[in-house]
């Protein structure tokens, strides 16, 4: 008798006091099949009503399917008023389907309750919420609540798709890269830049990044396999100046840049410049042309500036993918707009070598001993330049030039 009095009660409670369905409710979805897809946003006055009893039992589910881009976090909030016999609103959440990961139930709360999720894959997933009610009374019990659902998605500042145009990706090899200003440049604690250099042992240079330090603080490493030096300060400029101690043939120079080490590390962009300071052997000068690397492509000596030894090596650094390129010489300095860049030497032209570039590198060994190569001696200055064929250029000519290096030759 007092389960059907109860019951009597319930379904005139529903027909009379409980509150109209409202505009914002989404019924069906009482399966996961019927999940409603929400985003961002306030869904005011759902109403969830569950009754059990011997004879009649029914259950009014909540599903809600809610795409979060990757890496970034939503936050769910409900509250739950209203409510008709003792109880609470319940929530479970699963990713990637109603039969996926279940991570919950993780709230039995009547509400305000609040709980972020982050998605760590490397694409949008979808969150399903199940919300449902539940009430104390047992084994005969009725219940109905509204409630409000809020639901807050941030994006991750760190997500960019291609980060830069240098990014290799976790893991990936270090990015050769030529001296100069590399501008608008990003990293981040999952995924730390790291820089390649040729440069000859004694060669030192000036590395420097610049950032907004209150976006995410940054460190810079730079190291030559044997020795590594760090600059780890709190302000938004971190600088290091390094001087190489292997042979030639050694390991590379290094340069590392990355979100400063532990639990707030977060990602940012940076300007990074490496300014060449000294070089064992000649001098730099003239400018190079940008190329379809986004960067310039810069000649640096090494080995011996000695005629009779035969070992000048002309390293020219940042070439746009395997392109092949021309080593030229002059006694005479010059610096005329020529295709995409500016030929940096003078009259007298020799054409010494040919070869093309490997992981962004061309490396020329000038013979002192056969053609052209004769005309250098002891005692004089020379001019070296690059030249090399490029056809991402804006300018559309196909070609370019590194920059110059002056040698004064030895006996």
């Not at 890269?177 to 501008?183: E, Q, R, V």
Request: glycine letters at 10%.
């Amino acid at each position: 008798m007092r389960d059907a009095i109860a019951l009597v009660t319930f379904l005139l409670g529903l027909a009379v006091s409980a509150p109209a369905v409202r505009a914002q409710e989404f019924e069906p979805n009482n399966t996961c099949a019927q999940a409603n897809l929400v985003s961002s946003g306030t869904y005011y006055g759902q109403t969830m009503h569950v009754w059990h009893f011997p004879d009649l039992e029914g259950w009014d589910y909540d599903f809600f399917r809610i795409p979060v881009p990757a890496g970034a976090s939503v936050t769910i909030t409900t509250w739950a008023y209203n409510l008709w016999e003792p109880g609470e609103l319940r929530h479970y959440m699963y990713l990637n389907g109603c039969g996926g990961t279940a991570n919950g139930p993780w709230a039995t709360s009547s509400g305000p309750y609040s709980i972020t999720f982050v998605n760590t894959t490397s694409s949008t997933s979808d969150f399903y919420l199940l919300l449902y009610a539940w009430s104390y009374e047992l084994p005969d019990w009725m219940m109905m609540l509204d409630y409000q659902l809020q639901i807050e998605i941030v994006p991750d500042a760190c997500v960019s798709g291609v980060e830069d145009r240098f990014e290799t990706g976790p893991g990936g090899p270090a990015v050769p890269i030529a001296p100069g200003l590399h501008t608008g440049l990003f990293t981040r604690p999952d995924n730390d830049d790291v820089y390649s250099l040729r440069l000859a042992q004694g060669t030192s240079i000036a590395v420097r990044i610049d950032f907004d330090q209150s976006a995410g603080d940054l460190d810079l490493e730079v190291s030559d396999g044997t020795h590594t030096t760090v600059s780890n300060g709190t302000t938004g400029v971190e600088f290091v100046d390094f001087t190489t101690t292997l042979p030639i043939g050694a390991d590379l120079t290094r340069i590392r840049v990355l979100p400063k080490p532990g639990p707030g590390a977060t990602c940012n962009t940076y300007d990074l410049r490496i300014d060449v300071l000294q070089t064992p052997i000649g001098t730099s000068y003239c400018q190079a042309g940008v190329n379809g690397y986004t960067t310039e492509a810069r000649i640096l000596a090494a080995g011996s500036s000695s005629v009779s030894a035969n070992l000048l090596m002309l390293w020219c650094q940042a070439f746009p993918g395997a392109n092949p390129g021309i080593l030229i010489a002059s006694p005479t300095q010059a610096q005329v707009p020529f295709g995409d860049g500016f030929r940096c030497v003078g009259g007298g032209i020799l054409r010494l070598a040919a070869s093309s570039a490997v992981d962004h590198v061309a490396v020329y060994t000038p013979n002192f001993t056969s053609g052209q190569g004769t005309a250098i001696t002891p005692g004089t200055t020379w001019n070296f330049q690059a030249f090399y064929r490029d056809t991402t250029l804006p300018g559309g000519t196909g070609f370019n030039l590194t920059d110059g290096v002056s040698i004064a030759m030895t006996p």
